[in-house]
């Protein structure tokens, strides 16, 4: 079965713009191992090295692959407490939306932060020192916030990447 069609026709087999099987385990093995070298790449893969090279190269420019990042456990940085904080906006008008996004960028311990649709606007996950350093957090930067109408905040217990995509 043929993956999705991507925008940028360079990727895919003779740059079909699809996602073949080669492809999507390039990705897999990225995701798992984002350091793995080009040759221990192709040789996991079964491709050459430069068509290794190629392939990955497209899918960076294609789009598919927006990064290669550490992952970093925020209790090992001195910040033992991750929440989500569900954001409801009193209103859409896109002056005030972008100011909310520009003031997210500002957040102290703020891991990623959510648009959504439905009956919360936002959900944002923070990571900090305390209860205190949380409370702080949701008064000091998000409730205060031109537009903020409601927050409520779950702790979480535990947080682990799942499956994936590919």
Do not use: W
């Amino acid at each position: 079965m043929a993956g999705p069609k991507i925008p940028h026709a360079s990727i895919g087999p003779s740059g079909t713009g699809v996602l073949d099987a080669v492809d999507r385990e390039l990705v897999r093995e990225l995701v798992a191992e984002g350091r793995i070298t080009n040759a221990a790449l192709a040789t996991k893969v079964g491709i050459a090295e430069s068509t290794c090279l190629a392939r990955v190269r497209a899918l960076r420019d294609s789009g598919v692959i927006l990064g290669v990042h550490a992952q970093v456990d925020p209790a090992a940085l001195g910040l033992p407490i991750q929440a989500m904080i569900r954001v409801r906006l009193s209103s859409h008008v896109p002056d005030q939306v972008r100011r909310f996004h520009t003031a997210l960028r500002t957040i102290p311990g703020l891991l990623t932060a959510f648009h959504t649709a439905g009956a919360d606007d936002y959900l944002l996950h923070v990571a900090v020192t305390s209860p205190a350093a949380l409370r702080a957090l949701i008064l000091e930067h998000v409730t205060v916030q031109p537009g903020v109408s409601h927050t409520e905040t779950q702790l979480l217990f535990e947080v682990f990447a799942g499956p994936g995509v590919v």
